[in-house]
Each structure stands twice: as structure tokens, then as C-alpha cells.
């Protein structure tokens, strides 16, 4: 398999002087083109930050990462978001819709980034919902939406540009274990049909069941990666 | 990238409509309140100026005494014909000397009475004060020259004694004399200053002198000068001229008095001037205003814009198209307040032009200006703000509290 990301000791300091926090203290990562990763560790540990910055939405204090090669530390914040918008679906821990905007808008928005035509933007985001079990809630601001289904709009939204990784943090936090499950069968499905990578953060050893490597995060450092044999497949 | 921009914009402008609205009415009460201030500012100069000139541009009137009412015990010598002459003969740059005499008397046709202003003066007067004839003739030169019982009336006297009936050949009645109507002023309208132009009857000089006031006085005597003259070396010149015929010695007071209807409509113009920039300093300050209550919405809303860049930029936005996309909606809330502005003073100033009887005199100059000082402000705090915003990380933007 193809290396997609790479990072080596990576670090991240909030702050400055006595109030200094360090998040993270020398991640070493890897994922691999196709892989299903789920990370895991207790509240605090960083799983957030590591991620925002694998997503390019932050950037490293110190150390070095590579997204099919490129060393993204050295991109300006403008290649960043080309990076983001061409190959990077992420799965807020907050959601963060757009406010007042219907849940097709929201999820149609990357696609008017990326210049699609108002009919295939349409097609698109519909499609989106659709495989979030969505379709139906379109027109929907997120004020008028539960925090599961505005999660679902999150994850569609992620999915709509059809990614090469999907970075999710805590993508099932909020839904109930029926829901979560269609989600995750949704995610593997992508995974092993579509060969998208995933990278998810999450709490609930079921969920961390679907991935096939397992990183376990404490205080700012990765303490283990697991390879699993048996991971569930919902090949049928 | 400019289409999707523009989308955005307006959708953005659509959603938030409170908001949208407030930053246009921001700039709306500002660009109305100064355009509307200084057009009506502008309304009222002219309408003194054409009150000041429909007065009869650089005229002079001379008076016995000093000042008006002022000159408490003796009363003042007044003028004679001698004076007249001297100065027609004397003074270089007159155009016309109208001797003048005046007094109250009642006006009687038939069954109606008027009360008025008789005026006994020459047919310089009418040259002098700007007074055209509606109807039949001036004065003949037998007329003035025998004192004939002939009188020219104003529209007003006209209107109270005659009505509807021709008045030209009929005979009024003034004291004990009979005077034969021969000529009807055309209606000057409300806006001269002091008498009323409209409520006279004219009569010749000499008829007034022997008939109504029986001596040989002149009261005032009206100047016209020539339009390349300067009015105020005239002034002088006259005033030096009547202190020799009148033997008053260096250091004494004038018993006399010239009145510079030049000088008037300068005072006048000068002060409706200041009045207009008065006005517009405080419809200034409701643009200034106005644009406080723009930039205040602009910062209120930042928290929440700042999110909403950090959401775009996430998702794949770059720098440029936000900023676009800003300035896009800066512009729009802007200009369609401005021309909402626009459109509120025209009609404000229409309205109220009309209703208080002043010129209608919409400052296009002011209006541009307003317009582009109240868009400069909605561009400069909507985009600024965003600028900052889109300049941070996606995530910094997004904890931005
Ligand atoms: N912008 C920031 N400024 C200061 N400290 C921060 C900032 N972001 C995160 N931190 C700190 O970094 C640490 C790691 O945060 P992070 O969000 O990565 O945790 P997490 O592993 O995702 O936790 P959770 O499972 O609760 O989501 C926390 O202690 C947090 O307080
Ligand atoms: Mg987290």
C-alpha cells in the first residue's frame, strides 16, 4: 500500500509563557491509501488537534507532514485549502454548519468551491443526503435539525466531493447505536468498495470494531497502532 | 470565482435580513438626511435671491432721516426736486432717478373702499423697482408734466375694488380728487421686502405734490444704477453730494439715508449660505452617524461571520473567494442603501419644497458624494473585518469568540 500521509514528531503548543499547553509532543503517523483508522484515547489526549492539523485546517508547531508527498508544512494557507478542497473530507467534533442554511446548501457548498454547475451541485448534494438517510431533511436549517442529524449533514457534506481521505472526529458522538451503525456500514462500505481512506476518532470500541487499525492516543503522544485481523466486513 | 462570489453574497444578504437591513438603513438615513438638508439648504438661497433681485438689483433708496423709525425729535428735512436734478446731473453711472412722494389714503370705486399706499413718482419708478404694466400705459409726458388726475393701480387694490370688472378708464376716488385708472401693475406676488408692490396706486408727481400733499417735498428718491457701476462709490458719491446741498459740516451725522439693495441681497445671500452649510454640517454629522450604526452591525456580526469564514475556508474556500464574496455584499448593502437614500431625499425634497413654497433645487453634487462616503464606509467595515478573519487559520477562526 501507498503512503498517503506521513508525520513525524509532530508537535503543538497553545499558548505562551506559564499558561504554554502542549497538545501534542511528537506524533509519528502513517496512513496508508485505503486504510480504516480509528483513534482512540481519552478525552484531553489530542485526538482533535492531531487531527485539525492531518485536515490542514492548523498547523504544526514543530515537525514534518506529508500528504501524497507534499511536505504540507511548507504550503501557504491558499495551497492548503486547494489541498482541502480537492482531497480532504472532514467531519467536525462540533458539526459547524452553516447557520440559517439548509442542509442541502450546506452540503452543496464544497461543490460551488470546487466550480460544479448549480444541477450537478444539486445532484450531488441530494445524493449526499440521500446516502445519510437525509434526503427528506433538504430543506432544513440546522436549528431545525437533532445533533445526530446535523451530524449526518456534517458527514454528507464531507462525502459530497467524493475525497480521497476522510477525516472524522467523533462522527457517531451523537447518534443513537442503530444510527451509528448504518453510518459506519456506510463508512466501510466506502472503504472497501470505493478505496476511501478514513481516519475517525472515536470513543466506542464498536465503532473502533470497523477499522482495521486501531491508534491509541494518551497525553499528546501515540502509545500504540494495533493491526487487526478481523475487522468487520460488511461485504455480503 | 466572481460568480460564485456573488452567489454567496446574496445569499448571504437574503438569509440574514435583520442584519442586511440595518447596515442599509444605516446608510440610507445618512445619505437622505444630507442630500435632503443641503437641497433644501440650496432651495432657500435661491429663493432669497430671487426674492433680493425681483427687488431691483442694485438700487439705491434714498430717505431723510437715519435709519427706519430712528430720529426721534425733529423731523428730518426732506428732499426736493433741486435734489433730484442735482443728482441725475451730477452723478455719473445712473441709470434712472425716480423722485418719489407717498401716502396713505382710502381708495374709493363705487360702493368698495381700499385703503393704500398712493405713490406720486415719475414713470422712472416703474424702471427703478422692476414693476411691468399688465395692462394699458404709463404716464404720459403731458400727464406728468400738467399733474393730471391719472392713476396706475397694483393687482391688489385692483382686485378689492373691481373684482372681476375692467378697471382701465374707470375713476377712483383718493380724499377729494378723482383720478382716471390708465394702467394695471402686473401681480408681483408676496416676497418683495417692505411695502407690498402689489397694494399701491401710482399717480403722477406733480399731482401728488399739488393735489393730495399740497407742498413741494420729495420723500424718497429711488436710484438705479448701470450694471457695470459699482453701487457703493455711487452710494458714496451721492451721500457727499447731499451733505453739500444739505450744508451739513464734517463730523456731523448724515440726516439722510442710503439703502444698498446690493448690499441686501449680499447680507441675505451670505447668510442663507452659511445657513446651507449650518445644515449640511448637521446632516454631516447624521452620515457620521449613520455610519457608526453601519460599522457597530458590521463588529457585532464579526463573532458570527468570523465562524461562518472559518466554516468556508475549511471546507475548501481560499482567501480570495471570501473576500470576494464580502466585498460583494459590502458593495450590494451599500449601493442599494445609498439609492434608497437617493430616492428618499429626491421625494423628501420634492415634498417639502413644494409645501413650503421654496425652489426645488436637489443637489446632484451632495448627492454623489453622500453616496460615495456612506459606500465607502459599509465597504471599508465589512470587508476589514472579514480581511482579518480569512487571514487566520480555519480553526483559529472557527474558535474565534
Ligand atoms: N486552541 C487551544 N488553545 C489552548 N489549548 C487547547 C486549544 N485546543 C486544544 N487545546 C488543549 O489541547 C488538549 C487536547 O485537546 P483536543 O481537542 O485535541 O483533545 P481530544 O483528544 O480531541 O479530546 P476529546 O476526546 O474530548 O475531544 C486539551 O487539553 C485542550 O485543552
Ligand atoms: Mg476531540
Not at chain 2, 444578504?13 to 435583520?18: E, G, L, P
Not at chain 2, 428735512?77 to 441725475?88: G, M, N, Q, S, Y
Request: proline share 2%; charged share 20%; net charge neutral.
Amino acid at each position: 500500500m501507498t503512503s498517503l500521509i506521513k508525520v513525524r514528531g509532530l508537535t503543538k503548543v497553545f499558548g505562551a509563557g506559564p499558561n504554554q499547553f502542549k497538545a501534542l509532543r511528537g506524533v509519528d503517523f502513517d496512513v496508508d491509501s485505503g486504510d480504516f483508522i480509528a483513534v482512540m484515547g481519552a478525552s484531553g489526549s489530542g485526538k482533535s488537534t492531531m487531527m485539525n492539523i492531518l485536515g490542514c485546517l492548523d498547523v504544526p508547531t514543530t515537525g514534518g507532514y506529508r500528504f501524497m508527498g507534499h511536505a504540507v508544512e511548507r504550503f501557504t494557507q491558499d495551497q492548503r485549502a486547494l489541498l482541502r478542497r480537492r482531497y480532504i473530507g472532514f467531519v467536525f467534533q462540533g458539526f459547524n454548519l452553516l447557520a440559517r442554511t439548509s442542509a442541502l446548501e450546506n452540503v452543496e457548498l464544497p461543490l460551488l468551491y470546487r466550480g460544479e454547475s448549480r444541477a450537478a451541485r444539486h445532484r450531488g448534494g441530494m445524493a449526499a443526503l440521500e446516502r445519510v438517510g437525509l434526503a427528506a431533511w433538504a430543506d432544513h436549517t440546522p436549528a431545525e435539525l437533532s445533533g445526530g442529524q446535523q451530524q449526518r449533514v456534517a458527514i454528507a457534506r464531507a462525502l459530497v466531493t467524493e475525497p480521497q481521505v476522510l477525516l472524522a472526529d467523533e462522527p457517531t458522538g451523537n447518534l443513537d447505536s442503530e444510527r451509528s451503525v448504518e453510518i459506519m456500514e456506510l463508512l466501510t462500505n466506502l472503504n472497501q468498495e470505493g478505496g476511501l481512506s478514513i481516519v475517525m476518532v472515536t470513543h466506542e470500541p464498536d465503532m473502533a470494531a470497523y477499522a482495521r487499525t486501531i491508534v491509541r492516543f494518551k497525553d499528546g503522544v501515540v502509545l500504540a497502532v494495533e493491526r487487526r485481523e478481523e475487522c468487520i466486513d460488511v461485504r455480503h | 470565482m466572481f460568480g460564485t462570489s456573488l452567489l454567496l453574497a446574496l445569499k448571504e444578504i437574503r438569509r440574514h435580513k435583520m442584519r442586511s437591513f440595518l447596515t442599509t438603513l444605516g446608510i440610507i438615513i445618512g445619505v437622505a438626511s444630507v442630500v435632503t438638508m443641503v437641497s433644501l439648504g440650496n432651495g432657500a438661497t435661491q429663493s432669497v435671491q430671487d426674492q433680493v433681485s425681483s427687488l431691483g438689483t442694485n438700487m439705491l433708496t434714498i430717505r431723510p432721516g437715519q435709519g427706519f423709525g430712528r430720529g426721534g425729535g425733529s423731523r428730518p428735512t426732506l428732499f426736493d426736486l433741486d435734489d433730484v436734478e442735482a443728482i441725475r446731473t451730477q452723478i455719473a453711472g445712473i441709470r434712472v432717478v425716480a423722485p418719489q412722494t407717498s401716502t396713505q389714503s382710502t381708495a374709493i370705486f363705487e360702493a368698495q373702499n381700499w385703503s393704500t399706499t398712493v405713490a406720486g413718482t415719475t414713470n422712472e419708478y416703474f424702471q427703478a423697482s422692476n414693476l411691468e404694466l399688465a395692462d394699458g400705459r404709463l404716464f404720459s409726458d403731458a400727464e406728468l408734466a400738467a399733474g393730471k388726475s391719472v392713476c396706475i393701480i397694483g393687482e391688489t387694490v385692483r382686485a378689492n375694488l373691481f373684482r372681476n370688472t375692467d378697471a382701465i378708464g374707470k375713476s377712483l376716488r383718493l380724499r377729494d380728487i378723482s383720478c382716471r385708472i390708465i394702467g394695471i401693475l402686473a401681480k408681483r406676488g408676496q416676497g418683495g421686502f417692505g411695502q407690498n408692490a402689489d397694494d399701491q396706486v401710482v399717480m403722477p408727481l406733480k399731482t401728488a405734490m399739488r393735489r393730495l400733499n399740497g407742498n413741494q417735498d420729495v420723500q424718497t428718491i429711488q436710484v438705479a444704477v448701470e450694471q457695470q457701476f459699482d453701487s457703493g462709490a455711487i452710494d458714496d458719491e451721492i451721500s457727499s453730494l447731499l451733505r453739500e446741498r444739505r450744508h451739513l459740516r464734517p463730523g456731523m451725522e448724515d440726516d439722510f439715508s442710503i439703502f444698498d439693495s446690493k448690499q441686501l441681497s449680499d447680507t441675505l445671500s451670505g447668510t442663507t449660505e452659511t445657513l446651507t452649510m449650518f445644515l449640511g454640517a448637521v446632516a454631516a454629522v447624521s452620515l457620521v452617524v449613520g455610519g457608526i450604526g453601519i460599522m457597530n452591525i458590521m463588529l457585532v456580526s464579526v463573532t458570527e461571520r468570523t465562524r461562518e469564514i472559518g466554516i468556508r475556508l475549511a471546507i475548501g474556500a481560499v482567501r480570495r473567494e471570501v473576500l470576494m464574496q464580502f466585498l460583494i455584499e459590502a458593495i450590494t448593502l451599500s449601493s442599494i442603501g445609498g439609492f434608497i437614500g437617493l430616492v428618499v431625499s429626491f421625494a423628501a425634497t420634492t415634498v417639502i419644497s413644494f409645501g413650503v413654497g421654496l425652489p426645488f433645487m436637489f443637489d446632484f453634487g451632495i448627492a454623489a458624494l453622500a453616496f460615495f462616503f456612506s459606500a465607502l464606509i459599509g465597504i471599508l467595515f465589512g470587508y476589514f473585518p472579514a480581511k482579518r478573519a480569512a487571514s487566520l487559520n480555519p480553526i483559529e477562526a472557527l474558535r474565534h469568540e
